[in-house]
């Protein structure tokens, strides 16, 4: 397994939840990581990434409530996502590539394989 994500679950609105993904050192060292999620019939969207430097992108959806974070001597990453909505529920998914575009999927060459957030109002 490339990447293995967790730590999602059930919350009620307003509550917080963290996710992590624990990735190859091959596929994590120098990468972008990246977090995506993908509601019910709905196209899987951009959430957060962080560069091998720390620089930090979000979704204008996620700004101000999540904050992406890395562990280079861990080999992970972390969503917090705080002030969850119902309509944050999706599966989250993280990702690792080398290239990195604001908002698209394109550059990521690796993905795990999806833990589910579920947000009750």
């Known amino acids: 397994v490339q990447l293995q994500a967790s730590g999602g679950g059930s919350v009620q609105a307003g509550g917080s939840l963290r996710l992590s993904c624990a990735a190859n050192?091959?596929?994590?060292?120098?990468?972008?990581m990246g977090w995506f999620r993908q509601a019910p019939g709905k196209e899987r969207e951009f959430v957060a990434a962080?560069?091998?430097?720390?620089?930090?992108y979000y979704a204008d959806s996620v700004k101000g409530r999540f904050t992406i974070s890395r562990d280079n001597a861990k080999n992970t990453v972390y969503l917090q996502m705080s002030g969850l909505k119902p309509e944050d529920t999706a599966v989250y998914y993280c990702a690792s590539g080398p290239l990195f575009r604001y908002g698209s999927r394109e550059g990521f060459d690796y993905w795990g394989q999806g833990t589910q957030v579920t947000v009750s109002s």
């Open positions: 962080i560069s091998w430097s720390g620089s930090t």
């Open positions: 050192p091959r596929i994590f060292s120098r990468y972008t």
